[in-house]
C-alpha cells in the first residue's frame, strides 16, 4: 500500500467514525433517570374554584335583591324606525302614519333642564319588585306624541300622560294572570309607608263611573290611579302580548303640589330632539 493509499484509507475511516457519532447524537435520549424527593415534601393542592358573580353593567349598577334597580332608563320611549308605517282613519279620512325615531332621537321628558319621570312610579316599581323578588316588565313608559299616536290613534289616546312621564304600563313576570296581587302590593305600599300614615287621601277608593275603556272598576287615592287591564283589554302596539297588565298614572304631584294634568306643550315642547 502506497502513501496516498493510507492516507485516504485513515480519511474514510475518520469519516466514518464522524458519521456514527453524528447519528448518536441526534437520535432522541432513551436513557430515564430517577427522581429523588424528601421524605416530607409537601404537594400543594390547587385552591377549590370559588364561584364569583359576574360584573355589573353600568346600567343594571344598583341592585335590589338579584335584581337590577329600576331607574328612568327602563321608561324610555318604545318607539322604533324600524317599525312599518301604518294607515288609519282620522278625521274621516285615511292618513299614513309612521312610528318615531327611537330613544336615540329624543330624550324622556324634561324637569329643571334634566329627564325626568315622576318618582312614585319609580318607587312603585321598585318596591313591588323587593316584595315579589320577580322582574317587572315595562310594556310602555314615556311616549313621545308620535309614538303615542303610533301606537293608539284613538282620540281618546291624545291625551295620554305617557306622553308627559306620568303613566306607566306594566306585568310581572310569575304574576302574570294574578294582577289583582299586584294591586293589593300597591296599596300596602301606601298602608305601611309612614309617610302617608294618618292621611285618609292615601286611602284607595274604587272609581264608579262607567266611562272607563276596562271592565274592573279602577282603584285611586290622591296621587295614583290604578286601571287593571284584562287580557282582551288595553291591546295596542305596546301592548301585544297575551297577559293581564296595570296602568299607573299620577293624579298629583309631591314635590310640586300640584295636580299632574296632561297639556299640548308638556307633551310636545318638554323634551329635546336630535
Not at 34 to 63: A, C, E, M, V
Not at 239 to 246: F, G, L, M, S, T
Request: hydrophobic share 30%; net charge positive; aromatic share 12%.
Amino acid at each position: 500500500m502506497t502513501f496516498i493509499s493510507k492516507i485516504l484509507t485513515l480519511l474514510l475511516l475518520l469519516c466514518a467514525c464522524s458519521s456514527r457519532e453524528n447519528a448518536k447524537s441526534s437520535s432522541p435520549r432513551t436513557k430515564k433517570e430517577t427522581i429523588y424527593r424528601k421524605h416530607d415534601d409537601i404537594f400543594p393542592l390547587p385552591t377549590p374554584p370559588q364561584k364569583s358573580q359576574s360584573p355589573l353593567y353600568p346600567w343594571n349598577k344598583g341592585q335590589i335583591g338579584h335584581l337590577p334597580k329600576i331607574t328612568k332608563e327602563y321608561f324610555r320611549c318604545k318607539g322604533s324606525p324600524l317599525n312599518p308605517g301604518k294607515t288609519v282613519i282620522q278625521n274621516g279620512e285615511s292618513v299614513r302614519i309612521f312610528d318615531c325615531g327611537g330613544i336615540g332621537k329624543h330624550s324622556l321628558p324634561l324637569r329643571d333642564g334634566k329627564e325626568f319621570i315622576y318618582p312614585i312610579l319609580i318607587d312603585l316599581m321598585n318596591d313591588i319588585q323587593e316584595k315579589t323578588g320577580k322582574k317587572i316588565i315595562i310594556t310602555s313608559g314615556h311616549r313621545c306624541p308620535q309614538h303615542n299616536t303610533y301606537v293608539d290613534h284613538s282620540p281618546a289616546n291624545n291625551y295620554s300622560k305617557h306622553q308627559i312621564g306620568a303613566e306607566v304600563s306594566f306585568y310581572v313576570q310569575g304574576l302574570e294572570n294574578s294582577p289583582e296581587a299586584v294591586v293589593k302590593l300597591i296599596q300596602a305600599y301606601y298602608e305601611k309607608n309612614p309617610q302617608y300614615f294618618g292621611k285618609k287621601e292615601y286611602a284607595f277608593s274604587r272609581y264608579e263611573k262607567e266611562d272607563t275603556d276596562v271592565s274592573t272598576k279602577p282603584w285611586f287615592n290622591k296621587e295614583i290611579y290604578i286601571k287593571l287591564y284584562s287580557k282582551t283589554e288595553g291591546r295596542n302596539f305596546d301592548n301585544q302580548h297575551a297577559y293581564p297588565y296595570i296602568s299607573l298614572q299620577v293624579r298629583h304631584d309631591a314635590d310640586l303640589k300640584e295636580k299632574v294634568i296632561y297639556t299640548w306643550e308638556k307633551a310636545n315642547k318638554n323634551y329635546l330632539r336630535n
